[in-house]
């Protein structure tokens, strides 16, 4: 039969534990709602919202669909991107560790 | 076949990483942005979606370019908690790929060769706290 405790012993036999910030950590963090497929992504398009960060505010762009042409290292030309291939920005502020904090990040 | 991305981060955030300090540029009031960025450590995952498909280190460096088209958008979703106030956009990117354990490179024609993305947004966004905050004011 496990203990009240047995969670945290089982953790400290697996991981030692390092700093623990009393507020949580001051990084981003996704949008809850967005794990439909089990992740927490989500397309680019009208009406969704360009941010994958949460409780954020601040400057974004947002793209999908590329349709291009590269060529690698044996001088071959490959196509590149699909119609889901998306890019993002997201400049601002953002809610984590009980704090507002700043930042510029992307999703590529 | 490759698919290149960031690894999900331990928050749960998907292909995100910071944009180090003068790598991005915003001009003419936030209606064009411009990003750079040399080197990002990446992956190479050709199988993804699929669960615990094989990683491989790679490096990423791209440009990419979105101008405001005159086409004016608002996103408003009361239920989901977010609101974007921006415009239609322009899309361009050149990018460079390597997968230095097995040789591998890539790079796109320049910037002004590639045909711009399908869909693009620039503009202002709230959500969660900080559009509840606005709603109750």
């Given amino acids: ?108 | 076949m490759h698919d290149f991305h960031p690894p999900i981060s331990d928050a749960g955030l998907y292909w995100v990483v910071p944009v180090p300090a003068g790598a991005l540029q915003w001009s003419d009031g936030g209606r064009s942005a411009t990003i750079e960025m040399q080197d990002v450590a990446v992956i190479d995952q050709p199988k993804w979606p699929a669960r615990k498909a094989q990683a491989t280190p790679a490096r990423m460096s791209f440009k990419m370019v979105f101008e405001a088209t005159h086409q004016a958008v608002t996103y408003d979703d009361k239920t989901r908690l977010f609101r974007v106030t921006g415009f239609l956009a322009t899309c361009r990117m050149e990018a460079r790929v390597s997968v230095p354990s097995i040789g591998f490179t890539w790079r796109s024609d320049p910037i002004d060769k590639c045909p711009s993305a399908a869909f693009a947004v620039i503009g202002n966004e709230v959500n969660g706290k900080y559009y509840q905050e606005e709603a109750a004011r």
């Avoid at chain 1, 507020?23 to 967005?34: A, E, F, R, T, V």
């Avoid at chain 1, 991107?81 to 904090?101: C, H, L, N, S, V």
């Fill in chain 1, 1 to 108: 039969m496990q203990g009240f405790n047995a969670w945290p012993q089982a953790a400290a036999r697996t991981r030692p534990v390092g700093h623990i910030d009393p507020d949580g950590p001051s990084g981003p963090y996704p949008i809850p709602w967005l794990d439909t497929n089990g992740s927490h992504n989500q397309p680019a398009g009208p009406d969704l919202e360009p941010s994958h960060i949460y409780h954020f505010k601040g400057r974004v762009a947002r793209c999908s669909g590329f349709a291009g042409v590269g060529t690698d290292g044996e001088n071959e030309r490959l196509l590149f991107g699909t119609k889901t291939t998306d890019y993002g920005i997201m400049d601002g502020e953002y809610w984590a560790a009980r704090a507002p904090q700043t930042g510029a990040f992307t999703h590529i």
